[in-house]
Each structure stands twice: as C-alpha cells, then as structure tokens.
Nanobody, 136 residues
Framework: QVRLVESGGGSVQAGGSLRLSCAASGHFADNKCMGWFRQAPGKEREGVNYIYIGSQPESKDSVDSVKGRFTISQENFGNTVYLQMSGLKPEDTGMYYC???????????????????????????WGQGTQVTVSS
C-alpha cells in the first residue's frame, strides 16, 4: 500500500507562484509513475504533470495548458514529488492531487506511458488533495 500526502497549496494572485509537495510512503516497484492532477469546481479531474522514475532515464510529461509554467520534480526515488507552479492563472484554481500508478513497475519506462496508464482513476493511489486558489 502507498500513502501520498500533499502540502503547499494556498491562495495567490494571478502571475504568482506556488510549490506543491507530495510525500510518498509505502512499497514501490523498481519503476514508478507519479503525477499531479487537478480538479476545478464543477469539472472533471485532469492530469497536469507526470514523471517516470526507475531503471530508464527519468522523464517528464505535461499537458499543453501548463507547459512552460509548471514543472514536476522529485527527490529520493519519488519519496517526495514537487510541482513548481509559476505564472499562475485564475483557471489554475482547483484541488490538486498527487497520484502514483499502482502498477507502474510492470508497464512503463517513460512519462508518456505513465500519462496514458494513469488516465484511469482506479489505476492510481491518490492523496487527499491540496487547494490552490488564484485570484485575478
């Protein structure tokens, strides 16, 4: 079982920055897929940034809406995963969740694969979420 705990959310003005952290504990396979998702009020949860950590070189992927503004990183083989957010916009407002692919070690060797495999909510472990609010 894997436990994920997010922190670092808050309220900022448009153009500001925040760094989210995700502390991961529990048993992981040698290859790991982790990611950040968000859910705005009245909308479905969407993936934002992904990272592959394991036997192949680390790789990252992100959705177009955050490219150049959000960066995912990790320490200690994914025991801590960060989401550095800059140039925040009001449309970035939402609950942000850290996720880890339950079976990442079996299939994925890059972040694009992680992105595809993590698209199904039931494929992931989830944290409790941290709120990000961006005012205009």
């Amino acid at each position: 079982q894997v436990r994920l705990v997010e922190s670092g959310g808050g309220s900022v003005q448009a153009g500001g920055s925040l760094r989210l952290s995700c502390a991961a504990s529990g048993h992981f396979a040698d290859n790991k897929c982790m990611g950040w998702f968000r859910q705005a009020p009245g909308k479905e949860r969407e993936g934002v940034n992904y990272i592959y950590i394991g036997s192949q070189p680390e790789s990252k992927d992100s959705v177009d809406s955050v490219k150049g503004r959000f960066t995912i990183s990790q320490e200690n083989f994914g025991n801590t995963v960060y989401l550095q957010m800059s140039g925040l916009k009001p449309e970035d407002t939402g609950m942000y969740y850290c996720a880890a692919l339950i079976d990442g070690g079996t299939f994925c060797r890059n972040a694009y694969c992680c992105r595809l495999m993590m698209a199904r909510s039931e494929s992931n472990y989830w944290g409790q979420g941290t709120q990000v609010t961006v005012s205009s």
